[in-house]
């Protein structure tokens, strides 16, 4: 993967989580010694946070079918379907992402509930699955160039809830972000609320509520 020479947005964000999945994945990994989980609960606490707000907000889980996009490792599917979720079909472009959801899906017991799909969103799900009672996408739209698109299919494919993450433009730690980002030189795309709301609008989204959550805002909508 890395040999390649990519140019667009797309294929930088999936080179990078290509490469990266396996540190990824380890922000969620309990099991590591004490200054890695300084750095990960300091630096990246809010991927276990949404992971949990998610959950809350789309409680009770019971015979749902959830559609999760850009599901990297599939801790989000995971915890669906432990939840009582029916089926879970989570969607990356990323393949060693996938590789680990499913291995982590089987080791958690769920494999026959989740469904996890390697390819592109909107075009890796044709919506003979749907429609979906939840649509998420968390830590997604820091990598994506036009939201637009992917949320109006993502409101098409649900009768029920969205839960997406936006991260914020004005934020502490929003210059290092962007200094470890460009130095990877891997794209990253932040929003300023008002950015959030006009995006939402553009997609037909109305029935919204917008929660701080830590350097994100966190949209749960209803549709
Ligand atoms: C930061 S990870 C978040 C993973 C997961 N949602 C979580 O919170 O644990 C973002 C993921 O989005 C995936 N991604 C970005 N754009 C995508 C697209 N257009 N289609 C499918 N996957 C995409 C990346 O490959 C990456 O695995």
């Known amino acids: 993967m890395t040999d390649n020479v990519s140019n667009t947005v797309e294929e930088k964000v999936r080179e990078h989580f290509h ?9 969620y990994d309990e099991k590591k010694g004490p200054f890695a989980r300084f750095v ?6 809010v991927v276990q946070k949404r992971l949990e707000l998610n959950v ?3 409680a009770p889980f019971a015979g749902k079918k ?3 996009v850009g599901c990297g490792s599939g801790r989000f599917c995971i915890a669906f379907a432990q939840k009582g979720a029916e089926k879970v079909i989570g969607v990356d472009f990323a393949r060693a992402m996938i590789e680990i959801a499913d291995k982590l899906a089987m080791e958690a017991g769920v494999g026959d509930k989740c469904e996890f799909v390697v390819g592109s969103f909107p075009d890796a799900i044709d ?8 649509c998420t996408a968390n830590g997604f739209f820091d990598y994506v160039e036009n939201p637009i698109p992917i949320i109006t299919r993502m409101r098409e494919l649900t009768r029920g809830k969205l839960v997406m993450s936006f991260p914020k433009a004005v934020e502490w730690r929003v210059p290092i972000r962007r200094i470890r980002f460009w130095l990877k030189g891997t794209p990253l795309f932040l929003y300023r609320e008002a950015q959030v709301r006009e995006i939402l609008a553009h997609c037909g989204v109305t029935n919204y509520e917008i929660i701080h959550l830590d350097r994100d805002y966190l ?3 209803d549709v």
């Open 19 to 27: 490469d990266d999945a396996e540190r990824f994945d380890a922000i």
């Open 40 to 45: 990960d609960n300091y630096w990246r606490g």
């Open 56 to 58: 809350e907000y789309l």
């Open 66 to 68: 959830i559609l999760d």
């Open 127 to 134: 919506g003979s699955e749907g429609p979906f009672d939840a």
């Open 219 to 221: 949209v749960v909508a």
